[in-house]
């Protein structure tokens, strides 16, 4: 989906779960300024060179932390809510600690992710 915003001119894709509610507070804050274009040319990003390529580089830890800041959490909230020690969080996404699959199972729940991305 292209949306484009006049004065001055401003280009954006908006894909994913949140599309709707951004293109709704778009519309309420740029009212008729608000250009929306149906974009049918969809690439799954999974599918490309690129993200496969930088997925076999990915460490665990960098896993973690990619899917604990789109989740939009601090290392304090992904404790709290999973209940694993910031400090072992930290360790993890620095690589000085490993994630096991009974870790990576209690992380996914938390994250939204399927457990073998953090492993």
């Keep these: 989906m292209l949306a484009h915003v006049k004065v001055p001119p401003t280009d954006i894709r908006i894909t994913g779960a949140g599309a709707q509610t951004v293109l709704e507070d778009l519309r309420r804050i740029y009212d008729d300024n608000l250009i929306i274009e149906e974009d049918e040319e969809y690439v799954d990003v999974e599918e490309t060179d690129w993200y496969k390529k ?21 290392l304090a909230d992904l404790s709290e809510k999973s ?5 072992h969080l930290s360790q993890m996404e620095n690589g000085k600690r490993p994630i096991g699959k009974n870790m990576a ?3 996914s729940k938390v994250l939204r992710c399927n457990y073998r991305s953090l492993l």
Excluded: F, I
């Excluded at 460490?59 to 899917?67: H, I, K, N, Q, S």
């Design 54 to 74: 930088m997925r076999a580089n990915m460490t665990p830890g960098a896993a973690l932390r990619v899917y604990r800041q789109n989740a939009g959490l601090s």
């Design 83 to 87: 209940g694993v020690p910031k400090g």
């Design 105 to 107: 199972c209690k992380l």
